[in-house]
């Protein structure tokens, strides 16, 4: 993101609890009044993605042009098989983007091991396809970081 000179401060955020009612994502916005409606964007790197068996992400927007920008990211970096989801996915960002956030999200698929111990890398984890998703996304942040509209 600093290689791209934003215009805009950027904030990354690491939040924990989703599963049991996001007391992270929430302790950060109390923090922070008004930033969900305030900020220009959010991208939400979300649970799952590169999950094995099923290591297609699925992703979703809260506008067309978040849309477009993710879906071009994502067929850009090997993802063409990424699906949109009609509804916006991961806990956090439809909590944002009720709030009143402009969100694009990206999750893994369906995963019957998700929050089991048997969840553990090398053998449920596709690190090739964690390491695409993170550079489509890491594409749509710079350019919500850098653009002036």
Avoid at 75 to 98: D, F, H, K, N
Wanted: net charge negative; glycine share 12%.
């Amino acid at each position: 993101i600093a290689g791209v000179e934003p215009v805009r401060d950027v904030l990354f955020v690491a939040t924990s609890g989703h599963e049991i009612g996001l007391p992270g994502v929430e302790t950060f916005l109390k923090a922070r009044p008004g930033l969900e409606r305030g900020a220009h964007g959010g991208v939400h790197f979300g649970a799952n993605v590169g999950a094995v068996p099923d290591a297609s992400p699925r992703y979703s927007a809260s506008g067309r042009d978040l849309e477009r920008s993710a879906g071009e990211a994502l067929r850009e970096a090997g993802l063409g098989t990424a699906s949109l989801s009609p509804t916006m996915v991961g806990a956090e960002s439809t909590l944002i983007t009720y709030r009143g956030a402009r969100c694009v999200a990206m999750v893994g698929g369906d995963y019957e091991l998700f929050h089991r111990e048997a969840d553990r890398w090398p053998s449920t984890i596709d690190v090739e396809t964690i390491a695409r998703c993170a550079n489509a996304f890491t594409n749509v942040a710079a350019t919500l970081a850098s653009s002036d509209d």
